[in-house]
Structure formats: C-alpha cells, structure tokens
C-alpha cells in the first residue's frame, strides 16, 4: 500500500505544467528571428551582388525608393527563409532588425515586388542571368583545384503544374495536366543551377538543350579543364552532340532504344556480354550489412495477382556508332554502351523473364565500361536538386501570371540555391552541400540573432547556446566578417 502511495506522488511530481500566459504587445528590441539571414549578407558582399546587379539589370525607368538590385535582394532574402509566394515578402516588410542589417529605410511591398518582376523583358531577364553570372565567377575563385578539374552539367526538364486558369504561356503536357514545362542546366560538382528557361506545358524535352548550353559552355570552359555533358534519353539529340563537339565537350548521354539499335543488340554474340553487377555502382562502406526484411510489397502484388518487376541480372557491352542527325551520319563516332536487364515479371499468367536494354552515348577517354556506367547514373542525383527547388525554395511555383515573370521568380529562386551552395563550400562545410533544406534552415537559417548598427558597421551577436554556433561563426569569419 505504501509503495502504491509513493509512485502516486511521484508521478503527479513529473506531470507536465502549463503555466497560464500573460501577453504583453511591445517593440522587439533589435532581435532578428531569420538570424541566418546574416550569412546570405556576407555572402552577397563576397559575390559582390550589389555591383553585378547594378552594372546588369535595368528594368526601372524611375527610382522611387527602390533600385533593382533591392528589389532582388528583398525578394532573394524571403526566397532563402522559406518564402512560398509573392505574399510572403511582406514577412520581412517590418522587421527593424533586418532593415538595419541591409542598410534600407523600407522594404519592397509584395504587390510592388510582383509589379516588379511583371516588368522584366527578355534582355533583361539575359541581364539577371548574366549578373548571375558574375556572381558565379567571384565563388569560383575560391574553389579549390580539385574542385575545377571537371565539370558535369546535367540537363533536364519537369512538368510544373498550375491551378490557375488565367496563367500566360501555360498548356496542356503530355500527362494531361495543365502548367508550364521548364528546362533546366545544373552543375553536378557544386550542386548549383546554372540556367533555365520557362516554356509552355505543350513543348518536348530537350528543344532548348542546345539553346542552354550554346549560353553556358563557353563560360564553365573558362574555369573548368574539363566539362561533359549529361542527360537521359530525352536529350541524346543530334543538335546537342553537335553543339557539345563545336563548343569542345564531351557527353555522356541516355539514347533511344530505336527499333535498328535493338534489331542490331540481340543480333549480338553472347561472348560479348559481361556481367555487370549493381554493387559496383554502391559506395564501399566499411559497416556489417543488415539483415534484409521480407519485401512486403512484392508478396502483396503477387498474392493479389498484380504485375510485379524484379532485375535479376545485368550484362554490358560497347560498340561503335555514328548518330544520325537530319537524315545523315556525324562523322564523328561515339562509344555505344549497352545495358541488358534480365527483369523477372510475376503476374495472373505465372512467371516470365523479360529483356530491357538501355543505350548510353559517350565520348569520355580512358573509362572502362563500369566507369562509364556509373558515372552516367550519377546524373539522377540532379532528382534530388529538382526536389528541393520545388519543395525548398519554390522555384516552380510560378506566383504570377505572365510567362517571363514566373522565369524571373524561378531564375532568383535557383539563385538563392546557388547561394546556399556557395556557402556550403566556402564556410560552411562540404558535408552540408547534401542537406535538404528543411534541415539547413532548421541549422543556419532560423535562429535568434541581434542586429544593432553603430560606428558604420552592423554589429551581430549570436546565441551561444545555438548547436552550430560554433560553425556559423567560423564561417562568417571566412565569409569576410570581423569578430570582436
């Protein structure tokens, strides 16, 4: 009874409480919740933004308060601390603490901001990317050798669909649904967006790849020794091969599985074949695997009599080919890498194997075919940079309703994606360039600072008891910044 009587007092001892609140409305003194914000700052001076934008873009016949490269800021800084509309903008509207750390009297009202970016034409929209640009040169000065021996720029597009009814440009895509259908240039090495261009939802992939690269190639050329071209099958055109060997690239490019090529493969001797294993596409890790779990979902398919698809093996093999390109052979000729799947199908009529093949153009000097192989499905990791640009910084939300405008809103979103690469490999660290950015922002991006402006400087004190206070520190000191 007593030992009843004494866990009974102990558990009503650790009960949570819930004091009752009192709310008191008063001016916050200097506090800063977006205290990451600060980086975004010292990285905007580094990159020298203020003089790029200035020297580049000129949308505005008359200054009102506002210049261009304000506007951007405002609308860069929103985008970085989680903006998702045009709306969003006004979260920094009143905040004391950030208009003292920029040096403005005001901030861009959202229906102004949207004025804005409806204003920009086509050249200056190529002035903005342009200024990127030179943006893009400052950080890569301060990359490193390794960091400039090769580039791989990654091609793709995606369907973004809108739920408006009255958005210009916007069409019907192959899937059925209603939007728009960008078309997108990365860097794989450093994570960033290089270019994009908005089109309508009607238009194929890969009819702006040699567009985007006749604007780009030339420029990485200038700091990379070498750069190669990626793209799944959509882009192994004729154009872009010709325009990668006139501007001296290599690729390395998914090609169609047409009818001769396939006729030409299963003609093939099996002496040719070897076999490829999945592993070798795996890092090495030194840790004991686990043991696998039942595959719940393939027994379900089969016990329902679905269609279920399981790889069994996979051989590889090389030829050479001449591409085809307006009814006549390039002279140059390209490894052809072929991939055979061994897939096995469970379905109502029992099992079966089936054989896939996957075609793969190249030119890269001294790889084998495993190399070769892996170095082309590295190029799904740009999946992951078109996820979070659309769930990270909403890059294809497309906030407005005119065609170039929501280019313009993309444009200055893939630039703040830029921007948190830039700040990943010159401060922060290269292990966080992989980082979603829900857990970036949760890190570097929303933490309490104080702004305070005295003696023409901004002065920022930071929460010692933030987990990566350490690390942000660091890195505004890297960035440029003093500390006292």
Known sequence: ???????????????????????????????????????????????????????????????????????????????????????????????????????????????????????????????????????????????????????????????????????????????????????????????????????????????????????????????????????????????????????????????????????????????????????????????KPRKKKRNLRRLKARKRGYKDKKLLKEWVTEFRYHPIYKKKPLAKAYRMIVIRKQIEVAGKTGLFDMYKYRFILADLPGRNLKELVRYAYGRSHQENLIEQGKNGVSAFRMPTGQLLANEVWMTVAMLAQNFKSYLCLLALGEDKLGWEWKRFRFSFVYFVARVTRAGRRIHLWLDPGHLYVNKIRTGLLLLGADYT
Not at 75 to 82: H, I, K, P, R
Not at 116 to 136: P, S
């Open 1 to 287: 009874m007593k030992d009843t009587t004494s866990r009974q007092k102990h558990k009503k001892n650790i009960q949570l409480r819930l004091p009752k609140l009192q709310v008191h409305l008063d001016k916050p003194q200097d506090e800063f919740a977006y205290g990451g914000l600060t980086l975004v700052h010292q990285l905007a001076r580094k990159v020298r933004f203020n003089m790029h934008i200035r020297e580049h873009v000129n949308v505005l016949k008359i200054h009102q308060g506002y210049g261009e490269s304000e506007h951007l800021y405002h609308l860069l800084s929103a985008l970085f601390a989680g903006a998702g509309c045009v709306e969003d903008v006004g979260q920094l509207q009143n905040n004391e603490a950030y208009k003292k750390m920029v040096g403005v009297d005001q901030v861009t009202d959202p229906t102004t901001m949207g004025d804005f970016l409806r204003r920009f034409e086509r050249k200056d929209l190529n002035g903005l990317k342009a200024a990127m640009w030179g943006m893009r040169r400052e950080a890569w000065k301060k990359l490193s050798r390794r960091k400039r021996r090769r580039a791989s720029l990654d091609l793709d597009s995606k369907i973004c669909p809108i739920y408006g009814n009255k958005k210009e440009g916007a069409d019907f895509s192959y899937q059925g649904s209603y939007g728009y259908h960008p078309e997108m240039l990365s860097l794989a090495e450093t994570g960033e967006w290089l270019d994009a261009v908005n089109r309508s939802g009607n238009e194929v992939s890969g009819d702006k790849a040699a567009y985007l690269l006749r604007r780009n190639l030339p420029r990485v050329k200038g700091h990379f020794s070498s750069v190669c071209v990626r793209g799944d099958t959509k882009f192994g055109r004729g154009d872009v091969l010709k325009e990668c060997a006139r501007q001296g690239a290599y690729v390395c490019l998914g090609w169609p599985a047409t009818a001769p090529l396939v006729g030409k493969v299963e003609n093939l001797s099996e002496k040719v074949w070897s076999l490829f294993e999945r592993k070798d596409l795996q890092r090495t890790a030194k840790i």
